[in-house]
Structures are given as structure tokens and as C-alpha cells.
Nanobody
Framework: QVQLVESGGGLVQPGGSLRLSCAAS????????MGWYRQAPGKQRDLVAT???????NYADSVKGRFTISRDNAKNTVYLQMNSLKPEDTAVYYC?????????????WGQGTQVTVSS
């Protein structure tokens, strides 16, 4: 079975940087689309960034110019480089990977990793 494991979250001061990783384990034939979402306390889960099989990227307006999404299909991993972090970036960050296994194509969610930006 496929499982996504996230890492890289933590506590950082405003203006700092963090790099999140999300690795998918299992027998995976192909990564199709990868994305990061975040959910702050009392708020809905929102899209942060996505990257397609063609490496086209899409970012929420609030993170453009500060965050960079990238992928490594050979490692079944998606990354989110977060620079110039702001307190409003504080949230639980979830990765989502649309992938193909023997059972077909579907998406999977990571367990979430906490990012806290505070002085």
C-alpha cells in the first residue's frame, strides 16, 4: 500500500526558511501531479502549490515569490522550499500526490506537518 510521509516542519522566526519533504512509499509506477495544501486553526484547507507531470507549477497568490515547489519522481518525493516566512504562513501543511500503482491512479495525502512562524 502507498503511504506518504512528510518531514521538515518546525518553529521558525519571521523571515526564516524551511524545506518540507513528502516521500511516497510503495510500488509506484508513475507520479502524475503533486501538491501542497495548508490548514490553519479554524480555517479551511487551502491550496499552496502544485506541480504537474510536465513540471508546470501553480502557486497561491499569497506565496508567490516566496515558495518553490519541486519534485523528484525517481525518489517519489515532492518538496516545498519556503522562504521569507510570515506569521500568516503558520498552518499544518499536507502533501497530496496523484500517482499510479498496480491498482490504478488515485491521489494520496500525507499525515501533515506543523509549520509555526513566530518571533
Amino acid at each position: 500500500q502507498v503511504q506518504l510521509v512528510e518531514s521538515g516542519g518546525g518553529l521558525v522566526q519571521p523571515g526564516g526558511s524551511l524545506r518540507l519533504s513528502c516521500a511516497a512509499s510503495g510500488i509506484i509506477f508513475r507520479i502524475v501531479r503533486m501538491g501542497w495544501y495548508r490548514q490553519a486553526p479554524g480555517k479551511q484547507r487551502d491550496l499552496v502549490a502544485t506541480i504537474t507531470s510536465g513540471r508546470d507549477t501553480n502557486y497561491a497568490d499569497s506565496v508567490k515569490g516566496r515558495f518553490t515547489i519541486s519534485r523528484d519522481n525517481a525518489k517519489n518525493t515532492v518538496y516545498l522550499q519556503m522562504n521569507s516566512l510570515k506569521p500568516e504562513d503558520t498552518a499544518v501543511y499536507y502533501c497530496n500526490i496523484d500517482l499510479v500503482t498496480m491498482g490504478g491512479r488515485r491521489d494520496y495525502w500525507g499525515q501533515g506537518t506543523q509549520v509555526t512562524v513566530s518571533s
